[in-house]
């Protein structure tokens, strides 16, 4: 007889999970996703300042070659140079500040002003602003 009820309990199947076991894995996925969150938040600002900066690459070089050109920063400066050549438009150039180029990627606007150092270069400062701007290299955020 004592065979058979063993039997019997070798034979009963699980009817599931325990509720102790259950707040268990809420738990852990609740801690999990407080840590996350945040976290992917961050991630993602970064990655619109750095596509805010990135895109502007372009046209650093059109702003180097004006300076170079006409010694000037201006962006409204003039659209040939001494050979009658057309210089290019410089997108994303604000004539308001010499030389500052600006671009905004979901919210999130970058900066990027030249000055003139005394060996001839130009020095590229760069500025992030808007609501969540994280800092990236090479870039501050403004107050």
Known sequence: MKAMNLNKALNKKAQGFTLIELMIVVAIIGILAAIALPAYQDYVAKANATNAVASMSGSKVKVGERYSVESTLDCTA??????????PAIPYCEGTVEGAITNEVSGITATLTPTAAASGELEWACTLSGAGAVPIKNCTVAP
């Open 78 to 87: 003039a659209a040939t140079n001494p050979a009658g050549d057309a210089l």
